[in-house]
């Protein structure tokens, strides 16, 4: 079983939509969730990380769900600009000194 | 300005070559990464090191080989024995030796062998 599984979409939605995308992670011991963002034919940059409590920046709201191993990234009010991949990023924990990236989510935000 | 360089943004060499793809940071960060994206496929680590004189292979280290002699670099050379060398090679240092932190990415390399 893959650490990180992402659904791979493509997630198509017009400008202000409201779009979810759910990663699951294999590690129950997990202890650091991060999204990042890729664009085409860029290197993936921070978009935030996950807290227990959940977090949000502006239009993007990160949760984390234990018991259920699952990680979600809500983006309100899309924009053109955030047609991206999104990368779902998890420290299992079990190994230092690395990160494991989920295959990432493709979304295009037509206008 | 702060930050992870790769060079050559671009590389181009024939098979049975060596090549060796740069990278540096001027962020003072302990850890650093080579991962390899191949198209529509995520990212694979390749080596990390978390300390200078030190490094650990990551999953697909066959092929490959680093060495990080000081804390700003960390070079990788792609060895003849590497069998599907064309790639997206991207380079990432951390802050942490837990490998709790986040990542931050160099703007990567981009092989072709032929």
């Known amino acids: 079983r893959k650490e990180v599984e992402q659904d791979p979409g493509p997630f198509n939605v017009p400008e202000g939509a409201t779009v979810a995308f759910n990663c699951t992670y294999s590690?129950?011991?997990?202890?650091?969730f991060f999204w990042y963002r890729q664009d085409c034919r860029k290197e993936p940059k921070l978009l935030m990380s996950v807290y227990s409590s959940g977090n949000e920046d502006g239009r993007f709201t990160a949760q984390l769900n234990r018991a259920s191993q699952y990680i979600s990234l809500l983006i309100r009010d899309s924009k053109l600009s955030d047609s991206a991949t999104y990368l779902c990023v998890v420290n299992p924990s079990s190994t230092l000194g690395r990160l494991y990236f989920g295959r990432g989510t493709q979304l295009t935000v037509w206008p | 300005d702060g930050g992870i360089t790769q060079s050559p943004k671009y590389l181009f060499r024939k098979e049975g070559q060596n090549v060796t793809l740069s990278c540096e940071q001027n962020?003072?960060?302990?850890?650093m990464y080579w991962y390899r994206q191949d198209p529509g496929q995520g990212l694979r680590l390749i080596y990390y090191s978390q300390i200078v004189n030190d490094f650990q292979k990551g999953d697909i280290a066959e092929g490959y080989s680093v060495s990080r002699e000081k804390k700003e670099s960390f070079p990788l050379t792609v060895t003849s024995a590497q069998k599907n060398p064309t790639a997206f090679y991207l380079c990432?240092?951390?802050?942490?030796?837990?490998?709790?932190?986040?990542?931050?990415f160099g703007p990567g390399t981009r092989l072709t062998v032929t």
């Open positions: 990432a240092s951390s802050n942490g030796l837990a490998g709790f932190d986040e990542q931050y």
């Open positions: 590690n129950s011991a997990s202890q650091s």
């Open positions: 962020l003072n960060h302990d850890a």
